[in-house]
């Protein structure tokens, strides 16, 4: 068991009933950034971030009940550089515990930015009121973005309405040219801009330009 925890390249380390490192393999000495003898024997609350650990023993509670437990916290490297480690909690029988823990820190960076993109996005697209929508051709997934919803005249919610709701709004003249987008755009055919009038559900009208693009 412990020659495989060595040759591992996840952070592997066992933490006796007291919190402190029994047992840490390189990689998980290279995560927290400090020689192995800053390491055995300490603490490993010593690592983390305090702010991150109102209630320590409520992590040692919930392994009492499930064996395992899963938690997210910061490490404090020496260098004062943090890192957000995900780490799996797994009770070994013996008093011990077995953390193996993931840099998760590079992906919450890309989620967040990927957050702040699509929240621009729908800013610039409330500002000048363009929807998008999406569609696989080869599953029939649908997608609407949230400006999509407000131009039909729809609730925003997870999934698009149903194309029959959706063709009921086109104004009864223009139904023909919308179908006949629609059905371009389930095809695959890219089409130059097509115009059509919605009938919203308080009465008023709306003229769209609908164009489809296959990525």
């Known amino acids: 068991f412990r020659r495989a925890l060595d040759a591992s390249t996840e952070s592997n380390g ?17 995560l927290l950034g400090y020689g192995a003898e800053e390491v055995l024997g ?20 919930a392994l009492d009940a499930a064996g395992r437990a899963s938690v997210v916290r910061r490490v404090r ?26 840099d998760i820190t590079e ?10 993109e699509e929240e621009h996005l729908r800013i610039a697209q409330e500002i000048s009121r363009v929807g998008t929508s999406d569609i696989d051709l080869t599953t029939g997934e649908r997608w ?10 729809f609730p925003v919610t ?9 063709g009921e709004r086109v104004h009864p003249e223009d139904r ?3 179908r006949l987008s629609t059905e371009l755009a389930y095809s695959g055919h890219e089409h130059s801009p097509m115009s059509f009038r919605v009938c919203l559900p308080d009465g008023s009208e709306r003229r769209l330009d609908r164009k489809s693009t296959r990525l």
């Open 107 to 116: 992906r919450l960076r890309i989620e967040a930015e990927l957050e702040r």
């Open 144 to 153: 609407w973005s949230p400006e999509m919803y407000k131009l039909f005249g």
């Open 158 to 166: 997870t999934s698009p309405p149903p194309l029959p709701e959706v």
């Open 42 to 61: 300490h603490h490993y609350e010593e690592f983390l971030v305090p702010d991150d650990s109102p209630d320590p023993e409520a992590r040692w509670r």
């Open 77 to 102: 490297r020496p260098d004062g550089r943090e890192v957000v480690v995900q780490t799996e909690m797994i009770a070994l029988g013996d008093g011990n515990v077995l953390f193996i823990g993931h």
């Open 176 to 178: 023909a040219i919308s």
């Open 14 to 30: 066992i933490v006796g009933p007291d919190g402190r490192y029994r047992y840490a393999n390189q990689a998980s000495i290279d």
